[in-house]
């Protein structure tokens, strides 16, 4: 989509979207094209307009639009510091986190954005998987520290990343995890039995 054209979809949309972000509760309510106004102005660069739209709104996903804004100006830090006064129950931490990694990223500050929202921003379905998604994000920093960091993100669980560090094959790490914490003597006696061969010392 050209920005000419964006544009003139955000023309369309923008009056009623104006009165369903109203102060003026007698004006404001739902309107289901408020999202695609906001990313219509979005791409066509008209930046005051978005901000205008949003000023009295602080509903995470209508004004992440204004941090996206933000930070398609440039001002990276500032698109970052909103994000940050906008966390609150409404506002959904990953999403935000994954936006504020994304701003970083893009900017070419690759260990702020590790630091500060790199290992919160990504989930997966076993410890195993979160540690993937990290690692294949952050190809720059070393496996051993991203799955230390991991872990020492939640006390109390290291047993629970020693799957995750015996399948990287970091086997003295994960000796060191079930010294620190109880691990289910199943999952330890699978892995003696698995590793009998390949890797006696560790077995």
Known sequence: MTQELASAWADSMIGITQ???????????????????LSALLHAGRYEDLYSLLA????WHYKCYAVKALAAQGRHDDAIA???S????????RAADRLCERILLESGRIEEAYRRFGLSAHTGGTYLATF???????????REQILRDLVQR?????????????ELRMFDLA???????????KTLTRAARDHAEREPAFA
């Open 56 to 59: 009295h709104t602080d509903f």
């Open 175 to 185: 000796l060191e995890l079930v010294r620190d914490s109880p691990c289910d003597p």
């Open 154 to 166: 939640s006390p109390g669980d290291e047993g629970k990343w020693f799957t995750a560090a015996k």
């Open 132 to 142: 993937r998604e990290i690692a294949k994000a952050y190809p720059s920093i070393a």
């Open 82 to 84: 909103l994000t940050e």
């Open 86 to 93: 906008l966390r609150g129950p409404w506002t959904p931490d």
């Open 19 to 37: 009165m369903a972000l109203s102060p003026d509760k007698s004006l404001r309510g739902h309107y289901h094209g408020t999202t695609a106004c």
